[in-house]
């Protein structure tokens, strides 16, 4: 009978622990996801979102991300001229214990084959009237906008170079 009760006691450890390392897993996957690219029936690449990442003070998490767009404003007044729009959702917060500037125009949108395209903080506006530009924000405080990136027509972007303060080192978002 005890080794009976010794099995079902380890037995039960075992499944207590299996379940704690599941949940951390879980956990750390939830944290690593990244956007990453599917079909949509629009023709349009549907994004799953990544986690914020940190450089320079500043926190970015994506928040959206659409694509294959040839006009921002639905007419012919802003068409791109590489051939589409990209547009990325973003938030923004301020990490670090002192007011900093977040540099829209510093962020860029890289293609597989290395080609890099940097932020347009006026067609930002043209497409949701948000322009992030560049905007100081407060300690703790999350600004929220639009990056937009004219890149050749059907690219795929595969990263969202991340750069917060001057002078830091872009941190690469996957996104495919």
Known sequence: MTVAVLAGLVVVVVGVVWLALSITSNDKAATSQ?????????GATEWSMAHAVESGG?????????????SLTGDDANLPEH????VVG???????S?????????????LPDG??????????????????????????????????FDIPEGQKPDRLEFTGEIGQEPVMVPLG
């Open 34 to 42: 990244v956007p990453t690219p599917s079909a949509g029936a629009t």
């Open 58 to 70: 500043f926190s970015l998490e994506v928040t959206s991300i659409e694509d294959s767009l040839t």
């Open 115 to 148: 080609q890099r395209f940097f932020n347009e903080p006026d067609s930002a506006f043209l497409y949701k009237g948000t322009r992030l530009g560049a905007s100081p924000i407060q300690p703790g405080k999350t600004v929220e906008g639009f990056l937009v």
């Open 90 to 96: 973003v938030k923004v917060t301020r990490t670090a």
């Open 98 to 110: 002192d007011d900093g500037t977040f540099m829209a125009d510093r962020q860029a949108l890289g």
């Open 83 to 86: 051939g589409q729009f990209v």
